[in-house]
């Protein structure tokens, strides 16, 4: 019994030992790990202690470029320097913008637009924080423990006087300028300060940049476009490109802009916004729980804007432009002429809708300047070229028959109003109308639409619905609405008030309605081509380009609509076009002269429409110095070339022309450039575009 206890006695100890020493291996690993931890990985895991979060830095791309409808370069990124801020933390407040403002404005100036956006609150808060005593004295010791701080501040900013604001010095409104620009950036998130930066301002700013945190020089190519063929070749149908504007910031922040991003802000770098833009590169960072930036996390690239093919062509485009300089140099000689100054045209494909030249030109006195926009914001009285769609007019309302025959005479309302065409024709019908430039066979058709007879001064039909009549039918070739042009602010035209039957024959013979130069040349296509009312349009094709510009691939290619057809029989369109032809080739016809001997047949319309002169700057009618107003005339041409298979169509305007035939020889030379380039193309012969 007793060596049976003493055994055990013995196995306990040794089972506790075990038992020990296993502890003691466990806690010694613990204790290896924590110090593992501690001292080996202790600064990894704290910075993951640390973290808050990612932060994302966009980087901006270029935009796309634009090219004619021949490859060349039209509108170019132009890279110039800007100077940006960053923001490296939320915690950045007034008085740090405000010392960083006080150090780079000693070597920076400041563009006067920048002096210009400076507002009031801007002022008062400047004053609040350089005069920080007379800013406390506004407010009462009772008040400060009556009222929150932000509004102790309010109070203090609504008694601030224009006295008070009055002492800021002009010195003091660059710095203010400057600050503006700051407080206006988003922590991490690049911020232009100034753009298009002198280069010696750069070299300024970039020996100080130790003392400037945040600031930065950056080769900025978004927002400054350069144009190869000059400032003056269609630069406003190109439009401009400016930070967004600040009455439109909203619009563009929930569709993923940066305040400070640039955008199109007319035509087409407004309408192609999209397209243009790019993908802006992104930088992502990890931060800690004081915004300092631990490390970056992932780079993902940018990708340029698309590029935008124009259906234009340049070498026409300035081919017609010399056009209307000399011919315009011309007519200004005349003494008639003394209100004449500009001149517009418009080229487009009547098959298509693809515009290839958009010209207009003023004289200023020195030099002829770019005013092509007017091509579609502008509307003048057309005169005879709109007898062709009061034609058929006529036609499809069976008021007149084709080939029908009315006596040209003079003719007098019972009113007394005399209304006449340029000379006296006697019995035509349809096609020398048109040859001979009629007013009286389109007058017939007017009173005939509202069943009005002059001799017994007895109408049938209301004024409106005749109005309403014959406008019905104009819009069918998109006279007095909207083209469809693929560009915003385009004019629709002024229609006269609805009044009488008089007016209405004015109406007829182009009058009395307004028109654009670019409506007046789809009026014309859609005779040329059959009776089709075809878009114009402007794009060609949207492309994507990679390194150096290297094509990739087409992303989108305009193909043609057409908007409407013409609901009338097409016979009626063919005897419009034989009196459009015949107005060139016709023994009587209006352009015949202008024509002969050209190695293309065409068809064309001219007309001259009496106007009064206006101010080109208020608008209001000029008067002589009897206190009456000056008479002139608006003269216009359109046209189509071939006679067969066309695929050229114009529209010329030239307001105030009172002597000559400009519209004449503008409408014949700007034909003969199109088929030159064709047939030096034709022939691989080299186009200088200078």
């Not at 009462?140 to 008694?159: A, F, G, H, M, P």
């Not at 006449?420 to 024709?425: R, V």
Request: proline share 3%; aromatic share 10%.
């Amino acid at each position: 019994m007793v060596d049976k206890k003493k055994k055990k006695k013995v196995v306990l100890p040794y089972r506790l030992n075990i038992l020990f020493l296993l502890v003691f291996l466990f806690f010694s690993f613990l204790i290896l790990r924590l110090g593992v931890i501690q001292i080996v990985q202790g600064e990894q895991f704290l910075q993951q202690v640390e973290r808050s979060g990612e932060v994302i830095v966009e980087n901006a791309v270029p935009r796309g470029k634009m090219y004619d409808r021949n490859g060349k370069l039209l509108v170019d990124n132009d890279p110039s320097y800007t100077i940006t801020y960053t923001k490296m933390s939320d915690r950045v407040n007034q008085y740090d913008t405000l010392e960083l403002a006080q150090k780079l404005i000693k070597y920076i100036d400041v563009w006067d637009y920048q002096i210009n956006r400076v507002t009031k609150r801007d002022k008062q808060d400047y004053w609040i924080l350089t005069r920080e005593e007379k800013a406390i004295a506004k407010i009462t010791e009772e008040e400060k423990s009556q009222l929150k701080n932000d509004e102790v501040y309010k109070t203090i900013i609504e008694r601030i006087t224009e006295e008070d604001l009055q002492e800021i010095t002009s010195d003091e409104l660059k710095l203010i300028a400057i600050k503006r620009e700051l407080d206006f950036g988003y922590a991490y998130a690049p911020q232009p300060i100034k753009n298009n930066v002198p280069y010696h301002e750069v070299a300024r700013v970039s020996e100080h940049l130790e003392e400037l945190p945040g600031i930065d020089i950056e080769m900025n190519s978004e927002g400054t476009r350069s144009y190869p063929y000059g400032n003056q070749v269609l630069k406003s149908f190109f439009g401009k490109v400016k930070e967004i504007p600040q009455e439109e910031l909203q619009y563009y922040e929930v569709r993923g802009y940066a305040r400070n991003d640039y955008v199109g802000v007319s035509f087409l770098e407004e309408h192609y916004e999209d397209v243009l833009r790019g993908q802006k590169g992104k930088e992502i960072f990890v931060i800690d729980k004081s915004g300092k930036i631990l490390e970056k996390k992932e780079t993902i690239q940018g990708k340029r804007g698309l590029d935008l093919v124009l259906t234009l062509d340049i070498d026409l485009q300035l081919a017609v432009e010399q056009v209307l300089d000399e011919e315009l140099t011309k007519g200004m000689a005349y003494d008639k002429n003394k209100f004449m100054d500009s001149g517009y045209v418009v080229m487009m494909n009547p098959q298509t809708g693809e515009i290839l030249a958009l010209a207009g030109r003023v004289y200023d006195g020195n030099n002829f300047q770019d005013v092509a926009l007017g091509t579609i914001t502008k509307a003048f009285e057309m005169g005879s070229t709109v007898k062709g769609a009061t034609l058929l007019t006529g036609f499809e309302t069976g008021v007149v028959r084709a080939g029908e025959k009315i006596y040209d005479a003079p003719i007098k309302f019972p009113d007394g109003t005399p209304k006449k065409s340029w000379k006296n024709m006697g019995l035509i019908n349809d096609f020398s109308a048109l040859e001979m430039s009629s007013n009286v066979y389109m007058y017939e058709i007017a009173m005939r639409i509202a069943d009005y007879n002059i001799n017994t001064n007895v109408q049938k039909v209301s004024n409106a619905e005749a109005y309403n009549t014959m406008r019905k039918q104009f819009h069918q070739f998109g006279l007095g609405i909207k083209t469809g042009i693929d560009l915003p602010m385009e004019a629709t035209g002024y229609e006269g008030p609805v009044t009488n039957v008089t007016k209405l024959v004015d109406f007829a013979i182009g009058q009395y309605d307004t028109y654009t130069p670019l409506q007046m040349a789809q009026y014309v296509s859609t005779i040329a081509n059959g009776g089709y009312r075809l878009k114009p349009y402007l794009v060609k094709e949207i492309k994507e380009s990679g390194a150096n510009d290297a094509f990739e691939k087409i992303v989108h290619q305009t193909t043609p609509t057409v908007l409407n057809k013409i609901e009338m029989d097409e016979e009626y369109i063919k005897r419009v076009q034989h009196g459009f032809w015949l107005v060139v080739n016709g023994k009587q016809g209006t352009a015949n002269y202008y024509f002969k001997g050209k190695q293309y047949d065409s068809a064309a319309k001219t007309g001259t429409a009496e106007v009064f002169v206006r101010d080109k700057l208020d608008g209001y009618y000029i008067r002589n110095t009897s206190g009456d107003l000056i008479e002139s005339v608006n003269a216009t041409m359109i046209g189509y070339a071939p006679f067969e298979n066309p695929e050229i169509a114009y529209a010329v305007v030239v307001p105030y022309a009172d002597d000559g035939a400009v519209n004449k020889y503008i409408g014949s030379r700007i034909l003969d450039v199109y088929f030159e380039l064709k047939e030096k193309r034709a022939e691989s012969i080299p186009v200088s575009s200078e």
